[in-house]
């Protein structure tokens, strides 16, 4: 009986093992950064988690110790029905979640300040940069420099930072790529800001990490890091092939959708993306009734807005 106690425990311990390592290969995980922030964020979950076992640990230990010394059984343990309180034992209890409240505040204050997405990274090398609108439900992303854009499919440069404006032509999301770092909202009629970069060339998970409606599971797409050389050759090949994205085009894209198969366009029409941000473009019809939506989210058609 104790042979195959302690075969089932070994068996449980693999699979623990198995699968905390194959999450760590996955695109999908914070564990395997693949460029600075995200190598950053790794860092500081793995401070916090230590500053936290630092009290955790001890406290399951001491309750443990308390329970087995303080047993019906043990004969030499003090009983003491008039103890009613003890100064150093307060001073201890309170003293030290505080101070780990304080540290692992610093931790993160200073974190959250060396990491804020609007913070350009350092580089000899000019960032990239992407134009990011979410949709019902996919992606666009524009490169405004190159002149043209893709949907559900990012193409980066490896080693080149790259600056993303990131908005949404409907609902709230969150715009993620966990091996890059760093979630940061897309809001309609709000731009915000994220820097990234990636080492190496890979291919890695993006997503949307925001619930906003029906199509939500299927609104991820691939990132690509490919080399310069590359990444210059993939945008000269696209540009002047395809259709042109202006605002026939914005209507369509407008439309809700799920599953959406990568694409791209060779052309873009001219502030595309402030049209959007401004609603000279106006949004998209976003959630139907009675699933958070309703007239105010979809004040026109885009037909004759552009």
């Given amino acids: 009986m104790k042979r195959e106690g302690a075969l089932r425990r070994l068996g449980a311990l693999s699979l623990l093992l198995t699968g905390a390592t194959l999450s760590a290969c996955s695109d999908a995980t914070i564990l395997a950064p693949a460029g600075p922030i995200g ?25 443990l110790g308390f329970a087995w010394w303080f047993r019906a059984g043990n004969v030499h343990a003090k009983r003491r029905p008039d103890f009613v309180y003890s100064g150093r034992i307060e001073l201890l209890v309170w003293s030290i979640p505080i101070l780990v409240i304080l540290f692992l505040g610093g931790v993160i204050w200073v974190g959250s300040h060396q990491l804020d ?23 666009l992303f524009i490169y405004p420099n190159q002149g043209v854009a893709t949907v559900n499919q990012l193409v980066v440069p ?11 032509a409907s609902v ?43 199509g939500f599971p299927d609104m991820n797409f691939r990132t690509h890091a490919v080399p310069v050389a590359q990444f210059n050759a993939w945008a000269t090949g696209l540009r002047g092939k395809g259709p042109s994205l202006d605002a026939q085009a914005y209507r369509l894209l407008a439309q809700q959708s799920q599953g959406v198969k990568p694409y791209s366009y060779g052309a873009v029409a001219p502030g595309f993306f402030d049209a959007i941000l401004s609603h000279r473009l106006k949004p998209a019809p976003g959630p139907s009734q009675g699933r958070g939506g309703g007239n105010n989210i979809s004040p026109g058609t885009v037909e004759h807005a552009w």
């Avoid at 988690?49 to 230990?61: C, G, H």
């Avoid at 490896?158 to 949404?168: C, D, K, L, M, N």
């Fill in 158 to 168: 490896a080693g080149v930072p790259v600056h993303f404006s990131i908005t949404s």
């Fill in 39 to 63: 190598d950053a964020n790794r860092t500081i979950l793995f401070n916090a988690l230590a500053i936290m076992l630092a009290i955790v640990i001890p406290t399951i230990l001491a309750t």
């Fill in 117 to 139: 997405p609007r913070k350009p990274i350092a580089s000899a090398t000019p960032a990239l940069e992407v134009q990011v609108v979410s949709f019902d439900w996919k992606w």
């Fill in 172 to 214: 709230m999301n969150a715009f993620f790529v966990p091996k890059l770092g760093s979630m940061i909202y897309a809001m309609n009629g709000m731009r915000t800001e994220l820097n990234l970069r990636a080492d190496k060339p890979g291919t890695f998970h993006g997503q949307s990490a925001h619930f906003s409606g029906d």
